[in-house]
């Protein structure tokens, strides 16, 4: 099933407008609200008329590839198993594949792209020129080979997180006194236990994606988290989950077992030492939702060789890894030897007297 929306006006293409939240027409400039609905089908089609919904698709290679036809051109477009919206190759035309956003493929949550590709590009380049240790080529030169907007699937957890810990603690006091100076220790044996609640924690859910990557790329804001409507993928590739929420949730139970130790740990305090003599977390999933988040991919292509760098849809957070400058690097640890040893220098000179 390829879905495909046109202006009521011109008949042009529409596609989900990063900037005004709204479907708007690349030829008229006409905008239309994003509507809520469910599987499309011929029934539904009647119900928005600013819409035009035709289906085609067969299935080979095993699964692992699907043949779709471009409702604008008739081109024929291969797509991997994965792919729930995509482009047409030959005219350009947005393709929202409804067949696999059904039944379990279907999202239930999603949060809209807010940047667009325009404000992207010229937020990379800034943070690019912002490197202090990359070469000075790779934050002057034009050389971004291309800009993909992506909505990656994610799973959101609302998790319980419940911890103890024994702890032996002193507080050390000293005094003087008749000449003398006293030290007086005291002996605490602490107990802590908590119940805490975490609300949508993101984990990436496509074998494709960087988990490190996608990782670094939070926070996002929940305030703009939407019922998934398919008319936001119009213009953006989509990807469907690999991993199931029960297959991912060892990762996230590791991070948040982590989470409600630091969180024991923050709560003893106060003391002039603490040992953990024992401590225990447990996590348990409440609910796991399946979430599409924004995310702009960069390939930037610096010397023969490609550095992939990945943007906040929402925020404009980048990460990545951009190439450094040995020249940079050596004059910065040149620099800073320089004044540790003019620091040690002049500490001398105080120790011996010879500084007023």
């Known amino acids: 099933m390829v879905i495909q929306y046109k202006c009521p006006d011109c008949g042009a293409d529409m596609a989900f407008n990063a900037k005004s939240g709204t479907l708007s027409c690349e030829s008229c400039g006409k905008t239309l609200p994003v509507i809520e609905y469910n599987e499309p089908t011929d029934e539904t089609v009647?119900?928005?008329?600013?819409?035009?919904?035709?289906?085609?698709?067969?299935?080979?290679?095993?699964?692992?590839?699907?043949?779709?036809?471009?409702?604008?051109?008739?081109?024929v477009l291969i797509t991997d198993k994965d792919t729930t919206a995509t482009t047409c190759s030959f005219c350009g035309a947005a393709m929202i594949l409804g067949d696999r956003l059904s039944g379990?493929?279907?999202?239930?949550?999603?949060?809209p792209f807010s940047i667009n590709k325009e404000d992207a590009v010229q937020a990379f380049r800034k943070w690019c020129k912002n490197g202090l240790l990359t070469p000075k080529g790779f934050a002057t030169a034009e050389r971004i080979k291309n800009v993909t907007?992506?909505?990656?699937?994610?799973?959101?957890?609302?998790?319980?997180?419940?911890?103890e810990a024994h702890a032996d603690c002193t507080h050390v006091h000293t005094y003087e006194a008749?000449?003398?100076i006293y030290t007086e220790t005291k002996h605490y044996d602490v107990y802590r236990k908590v119940d805490l609640n975490y609300n949508k924690v993101p984990v990436d859910a496509s074998e494709k994606m960087d988990d490190t990557l996608m990782d670094k790329l939070e926070p996002f804001h929940y305030d703009n988290l939407k019922d998934f409507n398919t008319p936001y993928l119009a213009g953006y590739l989509a990807e469907k989950y690999n991993y199931t929420d029960a297959e991912l949730f060892p990762?996230?139970?590791?991070?948040?077992?982590?989470?409600?130790?630091?969180?024991?740990?923050?709560?003893?305090?106060?003391?002039?030492?603490?040992?953990?003599?024992?401590e225990w977390t447990d996590v348990k999933q409440r609910n796991a939702s399946y979430t599409l988040l924004p995310i702009w991919m960069i390939c930037y292509d610096y010397k023969d060789s490609e550095h992939i760098f990945a943007m906040n849809g929402q925020t404009g957070k980048i990460v990545g890894k951009p190439p450094l400058s040995k020249g940079k690097i050596a004059a910065w640890i040149a620099g800073i030897s320089g004044?540790?040893?003019?620091?040690?220098?002049?500490?001398?000179?105080i120790s011996q007297g010879g500084l007023l």
């Open 149 to 163: 907007g992506i909505y990656v699937p994610f799973w959101l957890y609302d998790l319980n997180g419940q911890g």
């Open 251 to 278: 990762r996230v139970k590791d991070r948040i077992n982590g989470y409600v130790g630091d969180y024991i740990r923050s709560t003893i305090h106060g003391y002039s030492s603490t040992f953990i003599r024992n």
């Open 339 to 349: 004044s540790v040893f003019l620091i040690l220098e002049i500490l001398t000179i």
């Open 104 to 111: 379990q493929m279907a999202p239930a949550k999603v949060i």
């Open 46 to 75: 009647e119900d928005f008329e600013s819409f035009e919904t035709q289906t085609s698709a067969g299935t080979f290679g095993e699964g692992e590839a699907t043949q779709y036809q471009c409702n604008n051109c008739g081109a």
């Open 178 to 180: 008749n000449d003398y």
